[in-house]
Nanobody, 125 residues
């Protein structure tokens, strides 16, 4: 069984930075891409950023472009999301996901088969 465990969420002020981490553990699986999604109250889950494991290619949602950096540590099977200049609208539950199915840069929720439990990020004014 594969587990994705997120950490690093919390309460921060607008303009602050934080770094989310997601570590994969359990049975060996092929990681083709990992991504970060978020879901704000009353809204659908949306992609924030994604990274292709093989070459580090990245994708960012327009809402975080220039403020977010996704990175990976292959040896640790861990993906990070650095968020800077946080805004009130960044408040959400952030989920880590892994695509173990196909070699691609997955950016759609339906393309990911493994999910973490989520970590709350709350940005206050």
């Amino acid at each position: 069984q594969v587990q994705l465990v997120e950490s690093g969420g919390g309460l921060v002020q607008a303009g602050d930075s934080l770094r989310l981490s997601c570590a994969a553990s359990g049975r060996t699986f092929s990681t083709y891409a990992m991504g970060w999604f978020r879901q704000a109250p009353g809204k659908e889950r949306e992609v924030v950023a994604a990274i292709r494991w093989s070459d580090g290619s990245t994708y960012y949602a327009d809402t975080v472009k220039g403020r977010a950096t996704i990175s990976r540590d292959n040896a640790k099977n861990t993906v990070y999301l650095q968020m800077n200049s946080l805004k009130l609208e960044d408040t959400a539950v952030y989920y880590c996901a892994a695509d173990s199915l196909f070699q691609r840069l997955a950016i759609r929720e339906s393309e990911y088969d493994l999910w973490g439990q989520g970590t709350q990020v709350t940005v206050s004014s």
